[in-house]
């Protein structure tokens, strides 16, 4: 079935170093992804997303990179700041009419001050 | 601009007890809604998605349905819930007749069964 496999799992940085979240999905026909942050009790915020006909997107420290032939999704954060701190989630939209979207499992991201 | 409306944002239920959460959207039509469940410290599992007023898409087979009276209302209910239903509830909207249209969630609903 249509399935999206993050990794990792939990991912702690220090401070002003870069962070990589990876994702991979299974239905070739997904075409939009989009990445969601998520602070603790709070509902998910989308901080970035990308279409499949494009390679990367940049958004200041935030970039999210596409591999379509590999079916790979990547959230690069650069710069890390405490406040970055949260869980992500990436996410996958499944073949066009059926309006769903399969979320990964989620990173939680420790910036250490 | 579009709003996404959720309620009760927290509950408790003793276990056997139904359950009703209700959302609407705001400042859009036809919009696809969707109810997702979070346990604590998971992912977001997809249980019901709507394209339309009576449409209703089941995603896991459960003790729950869910209902779309109204163009923009859509209710997550429960006859009896287990303890295994506690979660964080979200409610979700995007919009378009194609896929690769952001989501968008509601505040959520805790609910804890006990």
């Known amino acids: 079935g249509e399935n999206v496999e993050q990794h990792p799992s939990t991912l702690s940085v220090q401070e002003g170093d870069s962070a990589v979240i990876k994702c991979t999905y299974s239905?070739?026909?997904?075409?939009?992804f989009p990445w969601y942050k998520q602070e603790l009790g709070k509902r998910p915020q989308l901080i970035i997303d990308i279409r499949s006909n494009v390679g990367e997107k940049k958004d200041q420290r935030i970039a999210v990179t596409l591999n379509k032939t590999a079916k790979h999704f990547s959230l690069h954060i650069t710069e890390t700041q405490p406040e970055d701190s949260a869980v992500y989630f990436c996410a996958a939209s499944l073949l066009a009419g059926t309006y769903k979207y399969i979320f990964g499992t989620g990173t939680r991201l420790k910036v250490l001050a | 601009s579009q709003t996404i409306h959720q309620w009760p944002a927290t509950l408790v239920q003793p276990v056997g007890s139904p359950l009703s959460l209700e959302c609407t959207v705001e400042g859009t039509s036809n919009p696809n809604l969707y109810w997702y469940r979070q346990a604590a410290g998971r992912g977001l599992q997809l249980l019901f998605y709507s394209v339309g007023i009576g449409q209703i898409s089941s995603e896991v087979p459960q003790n729950l349905s869910a209902s779309r009276p109204q163009d923009r209302q859509f209710i997550l209910s429960s006859k009896k819930l287990l303890l295994s239903d506690s979660g964080f509830y979200l409610c979700?909207?995007?919009?378009?007749?194609?896929?690769?249209?952001?989501?968008?969630f509601g505040e959520g609903s805790w609910l804890t069964v006990v």
């Open positions: 979700a909207w995007s919009v378009g007749l194609t896929s690769g249209n952001t989501i968008y």
């Open positions: 239905d070739s026909a997904s075409n939009y």
